[in-house]
């Protein structure tokens, strides 16, 4: 039986920018194993640069927004909890 796809946090960003990369190197160690994470660079689309532009980083979940700008662990911890399923309780 094939294994479940997990559930994956959509992470837009931009190359170069500071924040997208300490806000990824915090967000991926919560959530090793939980979930999968998509990092999306916002100027590869135009839909996503219109949508994000300068409020990049942004990480969204199901359709809805996390948080911005900086890492809300709290939120993150909640949705692996909820989502993450089995074996996310080292």
Not at 40 to 56: A, K, M, P, T
Request: with cysteine.
């Amino acid at each position: 039986m094939p294994e479940p796809v997990k559930p994956a946090l959509h992470v837009y960003s931009r190359h170069g920018c500071h924040l997208c990369d300490i806000l990824v190197e915090a967000l991926l160690p919560l959530v090793r194993g939980s979930l999968n994470v998509e990092v999306h660079d916002v100027d590869s689309r135009d839909d996503w640069r219109e949508r994000y532009d300068q409020r990049v980083p942004v990480v969204e979940f199901q359709g809805q927004v996390v948080c911005q700008y900086r890492l809300d662990r709290a939120a993150i911890e909640d949705i692996v909890a909820k989502y993450g399923g089995a074996g996310n309780d080292q």
